[in-house]
């Protein structure tokens, strides 16, 4: 069974390829849209469990790729988090990462989780990239909306420590939910982020009726946000969902893609 797959449509703004190690996710964020593309309810859905066989066969995919001439980064992961505390014992992200590097193969981290995921920071390297999910720099807020996932500043020292061994750093800021916490985190971060990747929020239809998010200008947004990050003069790119409130077709890049799509 093939793990690594091609990705379409709003993941194909993140990587090209991506694998997903867990069927679930246990960091219960209110805004996930994963058990609806992963056809699940949320209670269970909110109860992870490791794919079977899933070391053996990416590895059978690195090798496959390994002999296409084939070495785009692999994201791990994109409908899960490859830190679930299940990853604390099972290590299979881990196990993952060496097996995708036998092959020559470089992987993308994302993930809400870095306390478990430094561990393995001793695997990356320049050709890798290790990025987080910030969505609110308040401690408060962030436990609202992501209860079980890593608070904001920890994700951020992740990033300061990665980025001080030379691995390099990327940050998801989305969903956009509260653009006023979105620039405190460009802020907070910058430096030591290589690339930003930024997109609104959506499935607004779907979310509790007291975390109902109204009366956002996106276009506002977005022109802002780009004007910041030119004069952070950083690598960036602002998702097709974003580029459209701003009148276009396709997401809005700045920066080296060759590892950021």
């Known amino acids: 069974m093939s793990i690594i797959y091609e990705t379409k449509g709003r993941a194909r703004e993140y990587f090209e390829l991506a694998a997903n190690l867990y069927s679930g996710c246990d960091h219960g964020c209110v805004y996930c849209y994963a ?12 109860r992870p469990q490791a794919r079977l066989n899933v070391v053996t066969d990416i590895e059978k995919d690195a090798k496959r790729m390994n002999n296409q001439g084939d070495d785009r980064h692999v994201l791990l992961c994109f409908t899960t ?7 604390k014992e099972m290590k299979i992200t881990r196990r993952a990462i060496e097996a995708l590097h036998r092959y020559g193969i470089p992987v993308a981290i994302l993930t809400k989780a870095p306390t478990l995921a430094t561990r393995d920071f001793e695997l990356l390297g320049p050709a890798d990239a290790f990025g987080v999910t910030l969505t609110f720099l308040d ?6 909306w992501e209860p079980r996932a890593d608070l904001p500043m920890k994700r951020i020292q992740a990033l300061k420590e ?3 061994r030379g691995i390099p750093t990327w940050v998801s800021l989305e969903p956009v939910i509260d653009p006023t916490e ?9 430096g030591y982020v290589d690339h930003y990747k930024v997109g609104p929020l959506n499935y607004k239809n779907k979310l509790p ?4 998010v109204n009366g956002v200008d996106w276009k506002n947004f977005g022109q802002n946000v780009s004007m910041l990050l030119n004069s952070m003069d950083v690598s960036y790119y602002l998702k097709k969902d974003l580029a459209r409130y701003m009148g276009q077709e396709e997401g809005i890049r700045k920066g080296d ?5």
Not at 35 to 41: E, H, L, M, W, Y
């Open 182 to 190: 979105t620039f405190l985190l460009i802020e907070a971060t910058a």
């Open 139 to 144: 401690p408060k807020r962030s436990l609202s």
């Open 162 to 164: 990665a980025n001080k």
């Open 35 to 46: 058990a609806d593309v992963t056809r699940k309810p949320r209670d269970e859905f909110a």
């Open 209 to 212: 009726t007291q975390y109902q």
């Open 81 to 87: 988090d490859p830190y679930q505390r299940l990853e």
């Open 257 to 261: 893609f060759s590892k950021w799509i």
